[in-house]
């Protein structure tokens, strides 16, 4: 039986699917919508430091830590977008952790069983498995049908991908167990906050492009 709030999260899925194209194939887009993100994220980012630390100049560091993290994520993700090359790694790798959040999800209700974490009583071990494998599988796909590479590196590089989305995911759970937040806003009907869709996205994607460099 498919729950309202799964209805949700499946339209607003589509919507943000949608959405992804139009970004990859008009620049303007791609700015406007890096943009936007940035705001978003950062105001959410600010309310979750307020409630998380008590002292006031671990709230400032924090949040002048993520602005210049946010600030440099977005000058690297515009970066490599001026490139077809590196615009199709992009993609590939923003899809990939996509494929990581949307396999963690569909394993963990499907199959249940044993909690990964106390940090976020959602996460099982299937859960971390389907990630890994629907990374892999997304990641190895794309990467023969738009680079026409196929390897032994493209896995590793997925399974990095997974892992470093998956640490995001913990990373911010932790962040709003703290600050005793289910969400950290409501703007994704299904999904939350803006950080709920990208926390996993803000450390997959650049340990992605390092993971290349290195495999390089």
């Known amino acids: 039986m498919i729950t309202n709030n799964l209805k949700k999260r499946i339209y607003t899925s589509l919507v943000l699917l949608i959405l992804v194209i139009v970004i990859f194939s008009f620049d303007i887009m791609l700015t406007y919508s890096l943009l936007v993100l940035s705001v978003l994220s950062l105001l959410e980012f600010i309310e979750i430091s307020k409630k998380t630390f008590k002292n006031k100049i671990n709230v400032i560091l924090s949040n002048i830590f993520f602005i210049t993290y946010i600030f440099i994520f977005c000058l690297i993700f515009l970066y490599f977008s001026t490139n077809i090359l590196s615009k199709y790694i992009l993609f590939i790798l923003l899809l990939g952790c996509v494929a990581s959040d949307l396999g963690g999800f569909i394993f963990g209700k499907l199959f249940n069983g044993p909690k990964l974490t106390k ?32 390897n032994f590196k493209i896995l590793i590089l997925a399974l990095v991908v997974s892992t470093s989305c998956q640490l995001g995911d913990l990373l911010f759970s932790l962040l709003k167990r703290k600050a005793k937040l289910k969400d950290t806003g409501n703007f994704l009907p299904g999904h939350g906050g803006v950080l709920d869709r990208i926390d996993g996205i803000l450390l997959g994607l650049p340990v992605g492009f390092l993971t290349i460099i290195i495999l390089n």
């Open 119 to 150: 940090i976020s009583p959602n996460k099982t071990y299937a859960g971390a498995l389907g990630s890994l494998i629907l990374t892999s599988l997304v990641i190895n796909i794309l990467s023969f049908y738009f680079l026409n590479n196929f």
